[in-house]
Structure formats: C-alpha cells, structure tokens
C-alpha cells in the first residue's frame, strides 16, 4: 500500500540533506542498511505502548483537559498521528510531517474520509467521555495536521512530545535532528525515536576532545608544561581534571549542556525527585581520559551526589573494554555474570543513574576512552548522609568520627560511612569496634559492601591468622568485582598461609591476567609466581615483570638476585663459565640495589611498605642481602679469574680485597667485614 515509485524514492532519499552520489539513491555508509525512504509502520497495540511511555495515557497526566502537542516526523500513512488524536483526549494537536508525496497524499486522503463521516469527531468524543471529560468544541478545537513537506523546515517550537521514526537515519541526519530539536524546541518534554539518539553530535564531543589535549599539551603562565592531571580512586588512580578547573572553552560548553540538555534528561528519567528542572544544580563534574595501563581505573563505589551522569566522548571503536561496571545490572535474555553489568556507551550518548547505585570505571584493555561525569543536587531537598560524610572540619578527628556515627544513626542503611568510621576507631586503639563496625554495615546495610569485607578480612581475619574466614571475605569483594587487585592480592595471601599452593598459583595467573590491577600489585604477584617456579628461566622472567611493574620492591631484587645466582651455579657447573659469569654479575646489581632501596629508606620489602617494618627487622633483611652479595661477588671473581688467568697464580691478598670493594661497593664490603670480625 505504501511502495513508492523509483523516481519517488530516489527524491525521498536525495531530499534528506544527507551524501548523494550524482543524484542517485542515497548510498548507505553499510551496503546492508536500510535507506530513508525505507518504510514500516508501528501496530496499533505498538501505538498505545508508545503512549503509555511518553507520559500521555491518562493516569499519567496531571491535568484531564488537552493541552499536549504530539508531532510524527516521518509520518508515512498517518495512522500515528490519526490515533493519538482518536485515542488521546490529553493531545490538542496532532501534527504529521512526511516528505514522500504518495504517503502524504494517502494519510491526507485517510483522514478526510474519516472526518466527513463522523467517525473523527465520534471516536474522540468516545475517548473523552472515557476519560470523564466534557469538551466544549467551541472552547477547544482538537486539529489535526498532516503535511508533506521536509521535516527540517517545519515550525517544532508548540510540541510538547514528538516520535522519529529514525531506524533508517544516518548518523549526520540524526545529529541536524538533534541540533533542530535543541534550536527550536523549546516546549518539547519527550523525545521518542527507534534508534538511539546521541544527546550530542560527534562534532561537539571531537571538539572537547581535541580543546583538552590542547590544553594539556601547553604550557602554563610559568612555562611549566602541563599534564593530564592525576587522583586517587581508592586502591587506584585515574587522569582528569574537574571542569571548574580545566580549560574555560569546556567549562563555559558544559554549563550550557547542563541546563539545555542534561537537567531535562533528569528530569524525565526521576521526576519524583527533580520535579521541574529550577532546583537542579551539578555539584562536580570532570573529564576522565582512560588509557590501558595498569591501575587506572575507577574502584567500585556509590556517588555522593543525589543523581549521577556520564557522557562518552569518544566512539567505543576506538578502544576495547572501558565502559560502567554496575552491580546487580543484568542484560534482558542474559545471565547474571560480570560482563552483562557493564554500561556500553557510543560517542555522544549519556547515562544517568541515582548517586546510590554502586559503580566503577571498567578497565580498558586497549586504546584510549574519554568520558565527562559529574553529580547533581537539588536546591530543596537535603541529604544529610552525605553533609556528615562530607563535613569541612575533616582535620578534626573527634568531629570527624561524630559526623560519621550520627550518619549512620540517620541512614543505617547507607553503606558509606562504615569503613570510615571503622578506620578511625583502628587509628584511636578500639580495634574491637572497629571490627563491630564492618560488621554491621554487612548486617545491616549492605551484606556485599566491598570495603567493609575488605576490611573484616583483612584486619579482622587475616592479621589474626584466621585464614579460611578471610579467603570468604575476598571472595564476597571479587563477587562484587572480579578485577579488584587488592582483594586477589589478600586471597592468594591467604592460601599461601594455608598452604594450598595450588589456589595460590590459581589466583596468582588470574592476577596477573586481569586488566586495570595496580603496579603495586602486579609487582608482588609476579614476584610471588616466581618463588613458586620450577624452571628458573620462568623464574627469572617473572622478576623482571615483577621490576618493570615496581621497582622499590626490596623483596623481588633479593629474589632476583637469587634465582640469578642459581641460574650462574648451573652454567659454571655445565662448564659454560661465560653464562655463569655474566649471572653472577647481574646478581650482584640486582642484591646492591636491594640494599640501597634499605639504606635509603625508599623500598618495599615483602608486600609491606618498607617503613611498617621494625629496625631489628631492616637490620636482619640487610644482613642477609649482604651475605648473599658476597657469596655472588666472590664467585664473580672466580669466574673471571678462569676466564683471563693472570700470569704467576693467583693474585695478593689486598689485590683480591680492593676488586671485592670494586665489586661489592666499598661500604658494603666495611660493613661485611666488620660483621664478620664481630661474629
């Protein structure tokens, strides 16, 4: 009923404003997509859904007398634009646009004919009545307008709700749509299309793109280069800037966003709350950039903003990962595992969320990902949770801690304030309630709150060697998030300690694996995956990606040095004494630099900071490095001695003492010796 001629659809196509190739039929960018003269039409049952969801069914407004405009852009046979004026008493206007001459000309044709028989003006008084409504015709007048014309050129400024039927529409013509609707809709309440609509065009997102680096690839008024700045996320870190502070051209574009296009999307998404758009303010807002590298990401946790938002900048082709982690999401028809509780989002989409929901930044594995985020508050309405949590005299310790008790006394069931609260009562000697705290906030607030688990398994459990208990609180933290690296650092921690190698090994190779794990924390598992080697070039390996990833860890030189020391025994035992010389120098840098990074106070040693440790505890480390530097450096002068025999035998005795002191350093080599005469 409604084909068109070639010559038709060849004008259709052509009149969309969109590429032709010499006036011919429009050329989709994909040879399989449908083009825009393409044609379908949504059921009459699709029709009353759609209603239902744009707010204009009758238990959904507010007021029973017509005051909604309801606009069809790409109107085709009419049939929308008829019932919504049939079937809705609450739409004074219904309004249809379709360029193709053919379809008008059918929807203009079909509703004259249901006009001069009375079937218009029967039906709607039907539909009235329904509604409990006695219209006066001579008070208002229900019209209905359909048009030929092009959809770009009509007057869109008194709709108040409007359908696109945008399947077939290319990405340039949905972003004139997008750029008209802000331009000229000024009453518009909802938007409805079949396909996703960007809230902004890959134009203005290259540009923010583009204005940021720009920045941060300047200098500053001091000549200082300028960077991506950078800030913690609890276990790890992300680079950004808040908008506030970042260049003005991106602040002054995100102001106007925010009140043109954000704060309208809020509202419809949570009219409870926003209820209009006046009181609506963002309390922050920042640009992330996201690059694959190890610890950038965002950790699992709730906003402290009434309602949350989060733009994409960038295409998602652009980068592999990345994305919304949000627990307790799960895709309709899919199953409840950590993929389908990633948020996807393409260039110019946004998402918005209450401030509760818990979240984090997916790890990208691959590429680069650029997202502008940001909280909202409203003017009227109060949350006193977060106020405490958030209070200005955070340097006062007692008030700090009286803030957070009476947050919790307000909203036990908001589980922000337990692990802080448990911190403080830790640092003021009350490890008992601090412990009680953590677990309340899983009794009550929250039985999968990730910090409070963490706590209990780490403080609580782990510490006191009851291991089996902390390997159940790592596991509640990697259901929550499969990739968080301190929970899987604490979990192969705790087989080790139980001694199923086994699970240690299982974890330590899923650690390594996972994307977005910290340096810190890389570094101790490779370190950890070579003691456990039996081939020592494997060994070997696995503490050079142990040092690449951190190279403070006191620890991994040490073992490193040792596995060197071992592989140089083999080869001077296989006769291959260049090998073993070669081993036994390496391993003597690598036991130096271990004692350098425990003299100078800077290195890690095991998987502790190096300044928890005791000075007893130092001393001992140190003493043991020293010896095992001098067994590698004597047995490096051997080396070289059966490699380049010196005429006359073996050297004197201050010759072989002043190539130790070479060898060794000389302090290492006065402190050896002054241990050895005090033994």
């Not at 005795?653 to 080599?669: F, P, S």
Request: hydrophobic content about 30%; aromatic content about 8%.
């Amino acid at each position: 009923m409604f084909a068109i001629s070639e010559e038709e659809t060849k004008f259709v196509n052509c009149q969309t404003g969109l590429p032709t190739d010499n006036d011919i039929l429009y050329k989709s960018d994909k040879d399989a997509a449908p083009e825009p003269s393409t044609y379908g039409e949504i059921t009459s049952l699709g029709s009353r859904q759609l209603f239902d969801y744009m707010g204009l069914i009758r238990q959904d407004t507010t007021n029973y007398k017509p005051n909604y405009q309801f606009f069809d852009l790409g109107s085709g046979g009419g049939r929308l634009v008829m019932q919504s004026h049939l079937e809705l008493p609450s739409v004074i206007r219904s309004v249809g646009i379709e360029l193709s001459p053919s379809r008008s000309n059918i929807a203009i044709q079909t509703w004259d004919n249901l006009v001069k028989s009375g079937n218009a003006k029967r039906i709607r008084k039907m539909a009235e009545k329904s509604w409990g409504i006695n219209n006066n015709d001579d008070i208002i007048i229900p019209m209905v307008e359909l048009i030929e014309g092009d959809l770009f050129e009509l007057d869109i400024s008194k709709a108040t709700h409007m359908y696109i039927a945008s399947l077939c529409f290319s990405e340039e013509m949905l972003e004139r749509l997008v750029d008209k609707i802000e331009r000229e809709g000024e009453n518009l309440q909802i938007v409805a299309t079949i396909r996703e609509t960007p809230m902004f065009t890959k134009e203005e997102c290259d540009e923010i793109i583009q204005k940021a680096e720009e920045y941060y690839s300047s200098v500053d008024e001091d000549g200082q280069q300028r960077e991506w700045p950078k800030m913690e996320s609890g276990q790890y870190y992300v680079q950004g800037f808040f908008i506030k502070d970042g260049p003005p051209e991106i602040k002054e574009w995100f102001t106007r966003m925010v009140k043109t296009r954000l704060f309208e999307a809020l509202n419809y998404q949570f009219p409870d709350f926003c209820d209009g758009i006046e009181n609506l303010v963002v309390d922050n807002a920042y640009m992330f950039k996201y690059i694959h590298a190890p610890g950038l990401r965002t950790e699992i946790h709730t906003d402290q903003g009434c309602l949350s938002f989060t733009f994409a900048l960038n295409s998602n082709s652009e980068y592999q990962g990345g994305g919304t982690f949000v627990e307790g999401l799960t895709k309709v028809g899919g199953e409840d595992n950590s993929s389908n509780k990633i948020i996807e989002m393409d260039i110019g989409q946004c998402t918005v969320r209450p401030g509760g929901i818990r979240h984090g930044g997916n790890p990208l594995e691959s590429g680069t990902r650029y997202i502008i985020g940001g909280f909202c508050m409203h003017k009227k309405k109060v949350e006193v949770t977060r106020q405490l949590m958030d209070n200005p005299c955070s340097s006062d310790a007692t008030l700090v801690r009286d803030c957070l008790e009476a947050a919790i006394a307000f909203n036990p069931r908001c589980d922000l304030p337990y692990a802080n609260l448990a911190h403080i009562y830790e640092k003021e000697g009350y490890q008992t309630k601090a412990l009680d705290v953590v677990k309340d906030c899983l009794h009550t607030a929250n039985p999968h709150s990730c910090s409070a688990s963490y706590y209990l398994g780490t403080i609580g459990y782990y510490q006191t060697g009851d291991y089996e208990k902390a390997v159940e609180c790592m596991n509640v933290c990697l259901g929550v998030d499969p990739k968080d690296g301190d929970a899987l650092q604490t979990l192969y921690q705790s087989y080790a300690k139980l001694g199923n190698t086994q699970e240690e090994s299982n974890v330590l190779k899923r650690l390594v694996k996972t994307p977005g794990v910290s340096n810190r924390v890389l570094a101790n598992a490779h370190c950890n995956l070579g003691t456990l080697c039996d081939d020592i070039d494997t060994e070997i390996d696995h503490y050079l990606k142990a040092i690449d990833c951190d190279s403070t860890s006191i620890s991994t030189w040490h073992s490193f040095g040792s596995a060197l020391s071992t592989s140089a025994l083999a080869s001077y035992q296989s006769k291959d004494i260049q090998s073993s010389q070669n081993n036994f120098k390496q391993a003597v840098t690598a036991y130096r630099k271990a004692i350098d990074l425990i003299d100078s106070g800077s290195g890690r040693s095991s998987e502790d900071d190096f300044s928890n440790l005791t000075n007893d505890d130092i001393q001992q480390q140190r003493k043991e490095t020293l010896d095992c530097l001098y067994r590698a450096a004597t047995l490096q002068m051997r080396t070289e001695m059966e490699l380049n025999p010196q005429p006359g035998g073996q050297p004197r005795h201050d010759v072989l003492m002043e190539k130790l002191k070479n060898i060794m350093g000389e302090t290492n080599c006065n402190e050896l010796m002054r241990m050895k005469i005090g033994s």
